[in-house]
């Protein structure tokens, strides 16, 4: 079974600074997906950022990007320009290629100071 | 934009008492999944749907546990006998076929059982 983890329970950054959020999997696939997703303190999951295993280019959305390490099984969002509205908790999740399910990582929660 | 939909926001039930929760998927999507989260914890899979059956379960999806698609645009998670450790977030998420697995959540429905 797929795993994911995320080490940092709990992050904080200044604003306007940048941030790398930490995860790492555990599959024997070589075709996969792998999401970041934002929690806001509403609750609604919504997407950050995808990347698909068999593409080399680490995946980028303005402001966010990850850096994808396929051998290591690691995947980190990095997020610039840190803005108050980004406080949330952020989880990490891995499916198989296809539409299959997520697993989730524990998440983290991340911080703005102003 | 469209969105995926849930109803109730909020339900509050009596251990034993059997709970519908309902959700509206987008409408060309054709992937349903059920997900709950228990509060502080992560989120967990529960089922995933497609093509009017049951395409995996969980462990946690027991006999407790139903799906439907009642029509051509509600997608339904019942749970016959609720327990109080079934208080949690529920969302429901939808995808299509051609969206490299990209998940679009509902806002959830926050079970209280008492």
């Known amino acids: 079974a797929q795993t994911v983890t995320q080490s940092q329970p709990e992050m904080s950054v200044q604003e306007a600074e940048t941030v790398t959020l930490s995860c790492t999997y555990d599959?024997?696939?070589?075709?996969?997906?792998l999401f970041w997703y934002k929690q806001p303190p509403s609750r609604q999951m919504i997407l950050v950022i995808r990347?698909?295993?068999?593409?080399?280019q680490n995946a980028t959305e303005n402001r966010f990007s990850v850096n994808f390490q396929k051998a290591a099984k690691s995947f980190s969002l990095k997020i610039s320009d840190s803005q108050l509205g980004d406080a949330a908790m952020y989880f990490c999740?891995?499916?198989?290629?296809?539409?299959?399910?997520?697993?989730f990582g524990t998440g983290t929660r991340l911080t703005i100071i102003p | 934009e469209p969105e995926v939909t849930q109803t109730p926001s909020h339900q509050v039930t009596q251990m034993g008492q059997e709970v519908i929760l309902r959700c509206v998927p987008i409408s060309n999507h054709l992937y349903f999944y059920w997900y709950r989260q228990i509060l502080g914890q992560k989120v967990e899979f529960l089922v995933s749907?497609?093509?009017?059956?049951?395409?995996?379960k969980s462990e946690i999806f027991d006999d407790q546990f139903s799906v439907e698609r009642p029509d051509g645009s509600n997608f339904t998670l019942k749970i016959r006998s609720t327990k109080l450790e079934d208080s949690a977030m529920y969302f429901c998420?939808?995808?299509?076929?051609?969206?490299?697995?990209?998940?679009?959540f509902g806002p959830g429905t926050r079970l209280t059982v008492l």
């Open positions: 990347q698909e295993a068999y593409k080399q």
């Open positions: 998420a939808s995808t299509t076929a051609s969206s490299y697995n990209e998940q679009f």
């Open positions: 999740a891995y499916s198989n290629f296809g539409n299959e399910k997520l697993t």
């Open positions: 749907f497609y093509n009017n059956e049951i395409s995996e």
């Open positions: 599959t024997s696939e070589s075709d996969y997906y």
